[in-house]
């Protein structure tokens, strides 16, 4: 081996073939991301067919909103406060958080006001569509595609379909105003609604079309985008779209997405945590027991999340009506986190989350420039997109009587 030093004449070294990291497309693999990401509702849909001709549409709602919806809480939970670094970094939204949250639930459902129910519901639909275009991301930065305009057009995509598919179901909008009238929410004239839902479906299609163009522009430039991330919006927003609108009973809709969501939910986290675990010696304890490559502790981590989700299906058969409407209040305080935790501790852009996914590229987090230090501006979002419809919705209840018979005319229609 020649050595040189940096003050050395320039010579010509002869170039050394190193192989490098082969790019490949898929998260694991092929035929386990088909499993658990792309093709799943094509492995649920004949699973649900046959739970059908057994069980009522109720019983597959009750048990997967509690075993699977509430379930699948547990691991951000586990990641929350067993990741020291993590905790240390947002420790007062860890520690102020659940007990706002938890107060609000318990008082909400023990005085039975019906407006946090739909801020749940709200928040689930976002949650689920954030998960979606979180999985284009993590696609894209498997190829190395990084581009502005196709994150937008991903955001873009995921967040008019998933809204159309829930505004032009008859039977969920239906359930909607009716809770939102019980919430307090102020009289919508059909006509109105009718014109956002053409609206909403217009602005849908306009935004695929968009969005495949700016696809096959990046194609043409050689700037690809991962084709897979195609195909997982393809089956993704056609199965969310058959669970609203498809369908006969709307719980059994729920059900059927809320157990695509789940899977994706739990694998990814497995992963997620265990590359983790694997390259910071610093986190001990529980986590670093249950996310180990095993797979007896694998299917320990299912079960501890059955296990979360037990407390959920006893709760809806307990007969004490006053400890049922406290229980509910935690369950719904449990989603409520899990959907405000998911939006920090996962993000994608962030070095160390790419880094435990085996992703590479993508821009370093860069320091912020706002007016607001970020403590202040992450109050304020949250205070805008909870605290005050919350409080509005329980305002205009608590002063304004609802015009029932329109009601009843729009839902009849």
């Known amino acids: 081996m020649q050595l040189l030093s940096a003050f050395s004449r320039p010579q010509t070294v002869p170039g050394v073939q190193v192989a490098a990291p082969k790019k490949t497309v898929w998260i694991l693999n092929s035929w386990r991301d088909l499993i658990l990401y792309v093709g799943t509702p094509l492995f649920l849909l004949p699973m649900f067919l046959l739970a059908q001709a057994r069980w009522s549409a109720q019983d597959i709602y009750l048990f997967v909103g509690a075993f699977g919806a509430v379930g699948h809480h547990l691991p951000g939970m586990i990641r929350a406060y067993g990741d020291r670094a993590l905790f240390g970094r947002f420790r007062w939204r860890f520690i102020f958080a659940p007990i706002f949250l938890l107060s609000v639930c318990v008082a909400f459902y023990w005085w039975d006001l019906k407006g946090i129910i739909l801020i749940v519901f709200f928040w689930g639909v976002w949650h689920g ?236 987090t860069a320091p912020s420039r706002e007016l607001l230090p970020s403590w202040a501006l992450h109050g304020l979002k949250w205070v805008g997109v909870f605290v005050v419809p919350l409080g509005a919705l329980w305002i205009t209840l608590l002063n304004c009587k609802r015009p029932t018979a329109s009601t009843r005319q729009w839902n009849s229609t």
């Open 129 to 364: 569509m954030m998960q979606t275009y979180g999985f284009c991301r993590i696609y894209d930065a498997k190829t190395g595609s990084f581009a502005a305009l196709t994150r937008r057009f991903d955001f873009a995509v995921c967040a008019v379909w998933f809204a159309a598919a829930v505004l032009l179901s008859p039977q969920r909008m239906a359930d909607t105003l009716e809770m939102y009238y019980a919430s307090g929410g102020p009289f919508i004239p059909p006509w109105l609604l009718h014109n956002a839902q053409q609206i909403v479906l217009a602005i849908s299609i306009a935004v695929a079309v968009l969005f495949l163009f700016n696809f096959s522009r990046m194609w043409a430039e050689g700037k690809r985008p991962n084709p897979v991330k195609l195909a997982l919006l393809a089956t993704t927003i056609a199965f969310w779209w058959y669970c609203n609108n498809g369908v006969t009973n709307v719980l059994a809709g729920i059900a059927l997405f809320e157990v695509y969501h789940d899977v994706q939910y739990l694998s990814i986290v497995w992963i997620y945590n265990r590359s983790r675990v694997e390259k910071d010696s610093s986190i001990g304890g529980f986590m670093r027991f249950v996310f180990r490559r095993s797979g007896s502790l694998a299917g320990l981590y299912v079960g501890l999340c059955f296990a979360y989700g037990s407390m959920a299906y006893f709760t809806t058969h307990l007969e004490i009506e006053t400890v049922k409407r406290v229980l509910t209040g935690v369950v719904a305080a449990s989603g409520l986190l899990h959907f405000y935790y998911d939006g920090f501790i996962w993000k994608v852009r962030e070095r160390s989350t790419r880094e435990n996914l085996g992703l590479a590229g993508g821009n370093v």
